[in-house]
């Protein structure tokens, strides 16, 4: 039976507790929380889980195989590093951490120790992005055209770190997972109309080595929620929009044909197809649940998470560019090939 501890119980612990609890293989051991009110809850939910102030008792506690941190950013790292050199295996929220420079320490004390290091990119364990990468990788869309998303709504402004940080994560995290390659750089643009404030507006512009483009819209300014991407193939297209109750992708049967023997460029050149939509049927699992089964899985066996340290890098590497991007009033800034190289199959630890 695998121990499991979770450090911080404020918006996301919670359901990290409730679905370590449910899951077959493993038992939560202790919570910790700087608040009393938060550790009295736990205990009283979960009778038998233990509610601790300290980090550090929960992280050196024997009984404890895997740890899960659920705090702001800036305090992933120091959190993890001290885990993994206390030889837990480590679940980590999103982003990673505050730089590239840290998660590169994160993988490598993980690799030496040959513990699992897991970041908890939510979506990519949703049934509907699973389902897009599906589509991408069966051949079904064709050669893919572009990435495009929306991720606005009004609030919450975060004091630790900048709207992309806070929301294009996702969709960076859903784009590393279904796109067959990663993106060479990057250009951002963005602004703060709060005083002393990080950016509450920002968008994200990826280019990759193929024809692929990529761009993300965040905002923290908007007077409705929008949670909608479009992902553009030769062959079909896709709309996945995450509002929506039941039908949350719709595949459409549209696009171009191209005329290879064309008399008038602007006329003949480009055609248009216009064909069926349907909606793909998607399991109701919830994500979080699949995401923990994996995890504990993953740790059992010694092999490699879907959502490993390397995918936490790549994310980060766009963020932290991005945001000197940002900086500089949109100056495209090239990304690392460590990262750009998309690993093959994953092999045991």
């Not at 980590?92 to 004390?109: W, Y």
């Not at 960076?172 to 997972?177: Q, V």
């Amino acid at each position: 039976m695998i121990g499991v501890g979770v450090i911080g119980y404020g918006y996301w612990g919670p359901n990290l507790v409730r679905n370590f609890i449910e899951t077959n293989g493993c038992r939560v051991v202790a919570v910790c929380d700087a608040k009393v009110e938060r550790r009295a809850l736990v205990e009283q939910r979960y009778p038998g889980v233990k509610g601790v102030s300290s980090w550090r008792d929960l992280v050196n506690d024997p009984a404890i195989d895997v740890v899960a941190i659920s705090t702001p950013v800036s305090s992933h790292f120091e959190l993890g590093m001290a885990a993994l050199e206390a030889g837990k295996h480590v679940l980590v929220e999103k982003p990673m951490a505050m730089n590239v420079e840290q998660c590169s320490r994160m993988i490598d004390e993980a690799a030496r120790r040959k513990l699992v290091l897991m970041v908890d990119h939510t979506f990519v364990y949703t049934p509907a992005v699973r389902k897009v990468r599906e589509l991408v990788t069966s051949g079904s869309l064709g050669d893919i055209y572009y990435y495009d998303s929306v991720r606005v709504n009004l609030g919450i402004f975060q004091h630790d770190v900048n709207v992309i940080w806070d929301l294009a994560v996702h969709d960076l995290a859903i784009m590393d997972y279904v796109l067959p390659e990663r993106p060479v750089a990057v250009s951002a643009t963005g602004i703060s109309h709060v005083p002393g404030g990080h950016e509450n507006i920002g968008y994200l512009t990826m280019y990759f080595t193929s024809t692929i483009i990529a761009h993300v819209h965040v905002n923290w300014l908007a007077p409705v929620k929008v949670r909608r991407t479009l992902l553009g193939g030769s062959s079909k297209m896709i709309v996945f929009d995450d509002l929506e109750p039941s039908e949350k992708i719709k595949v459409y049967d549209r696009g171009i044909t191209l005329n290879n023997h064309p008399q008038n460029v602007y006329e003949l050149l480009v055609g248009y197809r216009s064909g069926d939509m349907w909606a793909p049927r998607l399991d109701t699992t919830e994500a979080l649940s699949l995401e923990i089964n994996h995890l504990i899985d993953c740790i059992e066996h010694g092999t490699h998470p879907e959502t490993d340290g390397e995918a936490g890098l790549a994310v980060v590497r766009i963020l932290e560019n991005g945001t000197l991007s940002m900086r500089e009033r949109g100056r495209p800034i090239e990304l690392d090939s460590r990262v750009t190289e998309r690993a093959g199959a994953r092999q045991s630890l």
